[in-house]
């Protein structure tokens, strides 16, 4: 199966700055990857979808100048949480979609705003 | 509307006991179904997944899930549980249909193992 790294896998940034998360397809050519949060003790919520060469489309509630997306190609997507707070720590994941019978989650980011 | 829910939020077990983590589902089409394990600080790991067939899923660790489409279920369970079962259990299905593909995750039900 494909293979997703993220970097960095951890991350401690001050309140204010910007965090840039990368979400590599290392042998997978990916149209289409997802961006997940998921705060402690909860579940894994979809924030937005990342299409190749176009917009990204965002989930009800999802702030998308806070949380620019680029998927500039088949194979990376970055995930950019600008002007970062507290309330931002979180893990992200990003998952690509594979086809209807593959999914491939990355390792996942764990980002802790001070 | 798309919905998952798990019932449970906190199961404990006793190791060598068995184990089912029930799955409930809300969705318009023909569900693509998803069981993941989360140890703490960690990623996702694929246990199993439903798509069409047998409606019983052999998955990887001993662990196996029932598609009951009547009841819009997909349970997992396990014979007889080990303490490195120990984690966050996910049930997801996946939004394929003019959605790309995302999955629409369980609130998770945490397992724990007392010896």
């Known amino acids: 199966g494909a293979v997703v790294s993220q970097h960095p896998s951890r991350v401690i940034c001050k309140s204010g700055t910007s965090v840039k998360i990368e979400c590599r397809s290392l042998d997978f050519q990916a149209t289409t990857m997802f961006w997940y949060r998921q705060f402690p003790k909860q579940s894994l919520m979809l924030m937005a979808t990342s299409n190749e060469g176009s917009k990204a489309t965002y989930e009800q509630g999802v702030e998308k100048d806070k949380f620019l997306i680029n998927h500039a190609s088949l194979t990376l997507s970055t995930l950019t949480v600008t002007s970062a707070h507290p309330e931002d720590s979180s893990f992200y994941i990003c998952?690509?979609?594979?086809?209807?019978?593959?999914?491939?989650f990355g390792p996942g980011t764990r980002l802790l705003v001070l | 509307a798309q919905s998952v829910t798990q019932p449970d939020i906190h199961i404990t077990v006793s190791e060598g006991a068995s184990l089912e983590l029930r799955c409930n589902y809300s969705y318009g089409a023909t569900p693509y179904l998803f069981w993941y394990v989360q140890s703490p600080g960690q990623g996702l790991q694929l246990l199993l997944k439903?798509?069409?067939?047998?409606?019983l899923v052999q998955g990887i660790k001993g662990f196996e899930a029932e598609f009951k489409r009547s009841q819009s279920s997909f349970n997992l369970r396990k014979p007889s549980v080990h303490w490195s079962d120990a984690a966050e259990y996910f049930c997801?299905?996946?939004?394929?249909?003019?959605?790309?593909?995302?999955?629409?995750f369980g609130q998770g039900t945490e397992l724990s193992v007392k010896p």
């Open positions: 998952q690509i979609a594979g086809g209807k019978e593959t999914q491939y």
């Open positions: 439903y798509f069409s067939g047998d409606t």
């Open positions: 997801a299905v996946g939004a394929y249909y003019n959605q790309g593909g995302k999955l629409i």
